[in-house]
């Protein structure tokens, strides 16, 4: 099956930073577009940013706009999330997901690392 893992997550003060990682098995699952989704508790889960399997295009939510950048390392099997300038606002459950090869939706998502920022 294909797996996704997060990485990065923590407690972190307002105005600070934390790079988000995640890994995937390219063996079983060669994606075409990664992405980050985050979801606070009661809330829906909201896209925050997403890139091509050779990072050559991305796209960011109002989320992620100015403070959040996406990039990603295929020969290492790995995208990443720098998020800097983090907010109260910012705490939540971030996801990795995934699309497949002939896909237009997210289809694989790992379990998400917590990040949560205090005031």
């Known amino acids: 099956q294909v797996q996704l893992v997060e990485s990065g997550g923590g407690l972190v003060q307002a105005g600070g930073s934390l790079r988000l990682s995640c890994t995937y098995s390219i063996k079983i699952f060669n994606p075409v577009r990664m992405g980050w989704f985050r979801q606070a508790p009661g809330k829906e889960r909201g896209f925050v940013a997403s890139?091509?399997?050779?990072?050559?295009?991305?796209n960011y939510g109002d989320a992620g706009k100015g403070r959040f950048t996406i990039s990603r390392d295929y020969a290492k099997n790995m995208v990443y999330l720098q998020m800097n300038n983090l907010k109260p606002e910012d705490t939540a459950n971030y996801y990795c997901?995934?699309?497949?090869?002939?896909?237009?939706?997210?289809?694989?998502w790992g379990q998400g690392t917590q990040v949560t920022v205090s005031s």
């Open positions: 997901g995934a699309v497949g090869a002939g896909r237009s939706t997210y289809d694989y």
């Open positions: 890139i091509t399997w050779n990072g050559d295009r991305t």
